[in-house]
């Protein structure tokens, strides 16, 4: 498609105002500032971060193309997310508090302080290979969209992106994530606006939102794939110990969750209207063909650059997680270190996580098809979350189904054709492989 020289403007202004609002969040000078923001955002604040992090390019371009496939049935899948965020608000409480306590800035932390260093190294180099899959994704994507709307190259593209995001989030750090995300966020909202507008405005019908018998195995995997997640998330917990109080944490969950559900009907539309008028197409193409049916000519363009602004906000948070597992969940497990030195860690992995995504996304440029296998794996973590709320849970037991469960998630892939059903997988092997462990443990007790 043709990109009018507006267009071109609207893009490298975008670039511009983001690197701005890196360089002023960099003039916050405490450290808490660059890791966590303070602590100190509040409910629409955190409501925006969240879904700016949910609704990147990768999600909508997978969503779309699974309710290309299935139609309506796919809301599951958004049900099971927003179902994830109002639990996460009700029974996060602990997590909440234990986080204020004791300062803890990434989900691992928590699991070093519950269980033992071992566990939390183990949670770290999970969650760091799980986000730059993901981070390969968004760049990926990022790459082709950027490529199509101004005529660079994928490869040129890929690296001006990845620059772009590893200038701010090296000035601004976490703060610069959050503001960008809302601006990025508010972007998203009104195009997904214009978009339900002219939804209403076609001729779809009830009788068109469904393609697809879809069996009772698939709809519970859709539930627990949404639903854990948001369960295991690292920034889901990132976003929870920067919340200003729990009230305005579970405020902010809450109001994300009815957000998702809006977005999460206007993406199953454009699935639809795709479907409709594109018959025979790769669903990874529904989301472009979606916006071409639904999207007058003088908008396409329009709605591309916004879906480009939703990868950078996804991509600049996925960076940063991945760059605190290597600073804080890795490398200061083994030495104890100033809170001035553990920014300075983390922006040399900013630096470092930024160059191995870019690089990789020019090397596996097809990548965004294993984005089931990398949630599924990350998964093993959604039984032990939910219930050590409720009992306690031996550091062994969690360190083997931690260990285990990704290798046979990988396994039954690698061996198997099974996509959407491995989290049921993952789930099941997880929570024997607790089971088995407590219960050992007990016999040998005796």
């Known amino acids: 498609m043709e990109v009018t020289s507006l267009g071109v403007f609207v893009i490298l202004f975008y670039f511009i105002l983001v690197v701005t609002i890196g360089y002023l969040a960099s003039k916050k000078k405490s450290e808490d500032s660059f890791l966590i923001a303070n602590r100190n955002l509040g409910s629409v604040h955190l409501a925006a971060t969240l879904n700016a992090g949910f609704i990147g390019g990768g999600f909508l371009v997978i969503f779309i193309g699974i309710a290309y496939t299935y139609g309506i ?107 960008t995300d809302l601006l990025q966020y508010l972007m998203l909202f009104f195009f997904m606006g214009v978009i339900g507008f002219f939804v209403l405005s076609s001729n779809i019908s009830p009788a068109d939102a469904s393609f697809s018998s879809i069996e009772i195995p698939t709809i519970i995997a859709f539930i627990i794939f949404g639903m854990f997640f948001v369960i295991i998330g690292g920034d889901v917990w990132q976003r929870a110990y920067a919340a200003k109080s729990l009230k305005v944490m579970r405020k902010g969950f809450s109001l994300a969750a009815l957000l998702t559900i809006i977005f999460g009907l206007l993406a199953v539309f454009i699935g639809i209207a795709a479907k409709i008028n594109f018959p025979s197409i790769d669903p990874a193409q529904a989301l472009v063909k979606g916006f071409s049916f639904l999207l007058p000519p003088e908008l396409l363009w329009i709605g591309i650059i ?107 892939a690698i061996l198997t054709p099974i996509r959407e059903e491995l989290s049921l997988v993952s789930l099941v092997v997880a929570s024997t492989i607790l089971f088995a462990s407590e219960k050992i443990k007990i016999k040998a007790a005796y």
């Open 73 to 179: 049935p796919a809301l599951w899948l958004i049900f099971g997310q927003s179902l994830g965020l109002v639990l996460f608000a009700i029974f996060g409480k602990s997590i909440k508090e234990t986080s204020d306590k004791n300062r803890f800035y990434t989900l691992a932390d928590y699991f070093n302080n519950k269980f033992d260093k071992k566990t939390g190294v183990l949670i770290g180099l999970m969650l760091f290979l799980f986000f730059m899959g993901f981070i390969i994704i968004q760049f990926v994507a990022g790459g082709k969209i950027l490529s199509g709307l101004i005529g660079l190259s994928y490869q040129l593209s890929v690296l001006v992106i990845g620059l772009i995001i590893m200038i701010y989030l090296y000035l601004g750090g976490f703060r610069a994530v959050v503001r």
């Open 306 to 412: 916004i879906l480009f602004a939703a990868i950078m906000s996804t991509s600049d948070t996925l960076i940063f997680l991945a760059s605190m597992n290597l600073s804080n969940d890795i490398f200061s497990r083994f030495k104890n270190i100033s809170k001035k030195s553990l920014v300075k860690l983390t922006r040399s992995s900013i630096f470092f996580v930024t160059i191995t995504g870019v690089t990789l996304a020019l090397l596996i440029p097809d990548i965004v098809n294993f984005a089931f296998i990398f949630t599924a794996a990350m998964i093993t973590l959604a039984p032990i979350i939910i219930i050590m709320q409720f009992k306690e849970i031996k550091s062994n037991s969690v360190f083997y189904a931690l260990l285990i469960t990704p290798i046979v998630v990988l396994a039954i």
